[in-house]
């Protein structure tokens, strides 16, 4: 079974503040997803990566793929409130055909940012 | 939005009782999944479809089945809610597009068993 350590679980700190969500695996994984939920809706994509020492920047959010694709990061720079949310990261399966698109998940980082 | 509806978007039942959550695309995908969600857990994989009629297990699917029996509907069935089944049941597709493999997810069916 693959895993993904997701951390920190929970995150609150003040509109202006940096902040960094880690997930961590033992196992390789083919590409690497960052979702945002919100209460009541369904998680929503935010970024695929899928090649090894990846950066892909979305407005102030940095994501990075680890060198050996087992782990990755979300930067966020000068949170606001609208920040706030569920974030998670999903791991895909090196090959997609034999996968089935099946995901592994984090458990999640509930990020509050206050005004 | 993928064009995934999901039904009944809330529903307190029951134990002991069945259960069959629907879930509805419009864009012809072929993969489909079932996932619930629990706080702690993030996201676990129930069942998933690769085709009419093609169905397999995910990692929690004790207590759990499905039926696909045309590419626009995936049906997740409780035989026998427990409690332990509350949940948040959201449905997801898989597209191929541009940028790759994507998964979209439906919004949601909150299942409260009693």
């Known amino acids: 079974t693959q895993l993904l350590e997701q951390s920190p679980q929970f995150l609150s700190i003040q509109e202006g503040e940096n902040l960094t969500v880690y997930c961590n695996s033992s196992?390789?994984?083919?590409?690497l997803q960052w979702y945002r939920q919100e209460p009541g809706e369904g998680p929503v994509l935010l970024v695929t990566?899928?090649?090894?020492?990846e950066v892909k920047k979305l407005k102030r959010l940095t994501f990075q793929f680890g060198d050996a694709r087992k782990d990755s990061s979300l930067h966020i720079t000068a949170a606001q409130p609208g920040d706030t949310g569920l974030y998670l990261c999903a791991g895909g399966l090196l090959n997609w055909g034999t996968s089935y698109g099946k995901l592994t998940f984090g458990q999640g980082t509930i990020l509050t940012v206050h005004p | 939005d993928a064009g995934i509806t999901q039904s009944p978007r809330h529903k307190v039942t029951e134990t002991g009782t069945p259960v069959t959550l629907r879930c509805h695309q419009t864009?012809?995908?072929?993969?489909m999944y079932w996932y619930r969600q629990d706080p702690g857990h993030g996201l676990r994989l129930i069942h998933y479809?690769?085709?009419?009629?093609?169905?397999d297990k995910g990692e929690v699917s004790d207590g759990y089945s499905v039926s696909r029996s045309k590419t626009e509907d995936f049906l997740l069935t409780l035989e026998s809610a427990t409690s332990s089944q509350t949940s948040v049941y959201f449905c997801?597709?898989?597209?191929?597009?541009?940028?790759?493999?994507?998964?979209?997810f439906g919004e949601g069916s909150w299942l409260t068993v009693v």
């Open positions: 990566v899928v090649t090894g020492g």
């Open positions: 864009e012809n995908h072929r993969y």
């Open positions: 196992s390789v994984f083919s590409s």
């Open positions: 997801a597709i898989r597209s191929k597009g541009t940028a790759g493999n994507t998964i979209y």
């Open positions: 479809s690769y085709g009419v009629k093609d169905t």
